[in-house]
């Protein structure tokens, strides 16, 4: 069964503070590996996806990489406004996503 | 705003009750999907269509729960005899037909059932 595990559960960051949040997963077939931030009480917002191991992203201060067996989130000198859960999700079939529980990141000033 | 619309943003609903929920996905994407999400966890699937066509449930759509797509637009979820642990946020996303198209979600409809 496909199985995504994120660590760690919460980080907490001073601002500029740099870190990583881990996905680790294991599937049949990756057709992809999708980030997400969700804001409480708001839907998903999509930010990434990686198709291949060794496929890099940026976007601001984040940049998420992807290896066989897992993915990073790198969050690079992160603000107040970083603060969200960021979740992994991962694309065996077509169209459907699996998703990890999320880490919840706060960054304080 | 063209985003994914849900309505209504909240509903609470005595257990026994029945509850139907509205989505409305980006209008040029045919493929249209159900998650439920509870506190602490991340987004479960539940159900998707491609236009009007339901391509795949999975086993946490208990018989009490029913998908519409009726025209291949707006899409209804509906609960049947609620039950407490049916409490949760209800997610709909759309997305492009292709492969690898990211899921764009809407902000969800939270439920209680009291």
């Known amino acids: 069964e496909d199985q995504v595990t994120q660590s760690p559960e919460a980080l907490r960051l001073q601002e500029g503070e740099s870190s990583s949040l881990n996905c680790s997963y294991t599937v049949s077939g990756l057709r992809g590996l999708f980030w997400y931030r969700q804001d409480p009480g708001k839907g998903p917002e999509f930010l990434f996806t990686l198709y291949s191991a060794g496929e890099e992203k940026e976007k601001e201060r984040l940049k998420a990489t992807l290896t066989k067996k897992e993915s990073f989130l790198h969050i690079t000198a992160p603000k107040p406004e970083d603060s969200a859960t960021y979740l992994c999700?991962?694309?065996?079939?077509?169209?459907?996503?699996?998703f990890g529980a999320g880490t919840q990141v706060v960054v304080t000033p | 705003d063209t985003g994914v619309s849900q309505d209504p943003r909240h509903k609470i609903t005595k257990r026994g009750q029945n509850v139907t929920f509205r989505c409305d996905p980006i209008?040029?994407?045919?493929?249209l999907y159900w998650y439920r999400q509870t506190l602490g966890q991340g987004p479960e699937f539940l159900t998707y269509?491609?236009?009007?066509?339901?391509?795949?449930k999975s086993r946490l759509l208990s018989d009490r729960f029913s998908a519409e797509r009726p025209k291949g637009s707006f899409s209804t979820l509906e609960i049947q005899r609620t039950e407490q642990g049916d409490s949760a946020m209800y997610l709909c996303a759309s997305s492009q037909d292709t492969p690898q198209s990211p899921l764009h979600f809407g902000n969800g409809t939270r439920l209680t059932v009291t």
């Open positions: 269509f491609q236009n009007e066509a339901q391509l795949e």
């Open positions: 999700a991962v694309q065996a079939a077509w169209g459907k996503l699996q």
């Open positions: 209008s040029e994407h045919n493929r």
